[in-house]
């Protein structure tokens, strides 16, 4: 990649359950396919220290060696300011230029389907980039 050209940059959004893992997954494919720095947003809705989806001790080592293994270029980031999900990813969406943003979704109830998620619905509405939405296997795996 030449010195003028900024790096490609695939954003997501990661909680450690299988939402989470599937659109690990699928990020990590995109950067490698893409040859982008992947930049993983794990961000605490304001007390880290009871919030169960922010990564801390082994997790956060486990997650730091996979992204190694993994071979792609990547970083974590763990924003504790307390602001709702949709709010961290566009942020970090703008401040990286994204070019793609990858969530994980829920699945959800008939009534579920017609109401998406409240964050998932201002994440598309907020964020510029292409967005892709992924759903855990049906085993959870």
Same mark, same amino acid.
């Given at each position: 990649? #030449?010195?003028?050209?900024?790096?490609?940059?695939?954003?997501?959004?990661?909680?450690?359950?299988?939402?989470?893992?599937?659109?690990?997954?699928?990020?990590?494919?995109?950067?490698?396919?893409?040859?982008? =720095? =992947?930049?993983?947003?794990?961000?605490?809705? #304001?007390?880290?220290?009871?919030?169960?989806?922010? *990564?801390?001790?082994?997790? =956060?080592?486990?997650?730091? !060696?996979? =992204?190694?293994?993994?071979?792609?270029?990547?970083? %974590?980031?763990?924003? %504790?300011?307390?602001?709702?999900?949709?709010?961290?990813?566009?942020? %970090? %969406? !703008?401040?990286?230029?994204?070019?793609? *943003?990858?969530?994980?979704?829920?699945?959800?109830?008939?009534?579920?389907?017609?109401?998406?998620?409240?964050?998932?619905?201002?994440?598309?509405?907020?964020?510029?980039?292409?967005?892709?939405?992924?759903?855990?296997?049906?085993?959870?795996?």
């Amino acid at each position: 990649m #030449g010195e003028d050209q900024a790096m490609a940059v695939v954003v997501v959004g990661y909680v450690p359950n299988a939402r989470g893992r599937a659109a690990l997954d699928h990020a990590l494919v995109e950067a490698r396919r893409r040859d982008a =720095l =992947l930049v993983v947003v794990n961000s605490s809705r #304001g007390d880290a220290l009871v919030d169960s989806d922010f *990564l801390q001790g082994q997790a =956060l080592l486990d997650l730091h !060696e996979e =992204l190694t293994a993994s071979g792609v270029r990547a970083e %974590v980031r763990q924003p %504790v300011r307390g602001r709702d999900v949709s709010e961290e990813l566009t942020a %970090v %969406v !703008e401040e990286t230029g994204a070019e793609l *943003l990858v969530i994980g979704l829920k699945k959800r109830s008939a009534v579920g389907k017609l109401l998406m998620g409240s964050a998932a619905q201002r994440i598309l509405l907020d964020v510029e980039c292409p967005i892709l939405g992924v759903k855990s296997s049906p085993t959870g795996a």
